[in-house]
């Protein structure tokens, strides 16, 4: 009972915090004040106050929440199933692989920013396409943490390539699709959320509906067995769902860097190993940190465009995400490493 208390109270906090987070995005931005952003979300406020929060800001921030929502589950399932700790979306082939997709289609003229649709379908056909490279390359090897940890690292390296490649052969295509390599916000609007939130919510409750066998699978291959459980489906099972949910997440917003990688561990940290519980505060987690991300971001992006005197200066949330992402992984190594010794 007493375990159940203190989760739901973990939960109940991290539910306000992503109100917070969406109250500060909301606000976050020059050309409107908080006091106007509550007139129109009262029902008033002029034509373009209400442009700006109901059509430019809202949509925007929603966006910002469910792909962070995505890559926190998506991250707790990859290292739930594959057992390993730094088997994030970004070093697994799937994010990569996303962001590989939108770029050649963007490349090519099939798909850009005011094609959602376009782009959904190229990164997820990306997406799948790093994961099921990873899944050829580790053979038989599939059940070892470290050797998949070691060839997800090559196949990220080698998508990366590609999508560099694809670069160097369309130019002048570099600044559309700049934003799919570091990960934005920018630009979001109903037409991304009405894409992005169905296909979120059908693959996170896909997820949460396989927290069982996931937390068999972290006990171990032959525990897992000995239950009864069929570790190969039911690792493909998880890494289908992993790989959809970061696709869509790509698809909407970009590479996130970190994101994936380090909320599954402040889930775990939070709610344990049983993942009825870690699951849906991963969610909650990435929520949260994307959006104060999206916000951080809008907030920077002012004090920056006034301090060098310009009418607009745009800091694409990813950038925050890796520099801070970055910061908390060198903070874990270090106390694991004086932990051991």
């Known amino acids: 009972m007493t375990y159940t208390r203190t989760y739901a109270r973990r939960t109940a906090l991290l539910m306000l915090l992503v ?12 050309a409107l004040s908080a006091s106007g952003v509550w007139e129109v979300l ?38 739930s199933a594959l057992r390993n700790p730094l088997a994030g979306p970004e070093v697994t082939g799937v994010t990569p692989g996303a962001v590989l997709g939108a770029v050649t289609a963007t490349g090519l003229g099939l798909a850009g920013w005011e094609s959602p649709a376009a782009v959904v379908t190229a990164a997820c056909l990306g997406g799948f396409a790093g994961a099921g490279l990873l899944w050829l390359l580790a ?3 599939r059940g070892d943490p470290a ?12 998508l990366a390539g590609l999508t560099a490649m694809v670069l160097l052969v369309a130019p002048g295509e570099l600044g559309s699709v700049v934003q799919w390599l570091v990960g934005s916000t920018e630009g979001r609007v109903w037409a991304h959320w009405h894409l992005l939130w169905p296909w979120a ?16 699978l972290r006990c171990g291959e032959e ?33 996130l860097g970190f994101v994936g990688l380090l ?28 959006g104060t991300a999206d916000a951080g ?27 801070g992402g970055a910061v908390l992984l060198l903070i874990v190594a270090r106390r694991r490493t004086a932990s051991e010794e």
């Open 19 to 30: 109100a917070a987070v969406a109250t500060a995005g909301l606000c976050a931005g020059r």
């Open 42 to 79: 009262s029902g008033g406020g002029d034509s373009t106050a209400r442009h700006i929060v109901l059509q430019l800001r809202l949509p925007r921030t929603l966006v910002a929440l469910v792909a962070g929502a995505s890559l926190g589950l998506a991250g707790t399932v990859l290292q």
């Open 139 to 141: 053979g038989r090897e």
């Open 147 to 158: 050797q998949m940890a070691v060839n997800g690292v090559l196949v990220s390296a080698v």
């Open 201 to 216: 919510t059908a693959w996170a409750v896909a997820a949460c509906a396989m927290a069982a066998p996931l937390t068999l």
């Open 223 to 255: 525990q897992a067995a000995a239950t009864g459980l069929n570790t190969g489906r039911a690792r493909v099972a998880a890494l289908v769902c992993a790989v959809a949910l970061t696709a869509g997440a790509v698809s909407a917003v970009g590479a």
């Open 263 to 290: 909320v599954p561990h402040l889930a775990f940290a939070l709610f344990g190993a049983d993942l009825r519980a870690a699951l849906p505060g991963a969610a909650l987690l990435g929520a949260v940190v994307v």
């Open 297 to 323: 971001a809008q907030w920077l992006s002012q004090v920056a465009a006034t301090a060098l005197d310009m009418d607009r200066l745009s800091i694409p949330v990813g950038a925050l995400t890796t520099c």
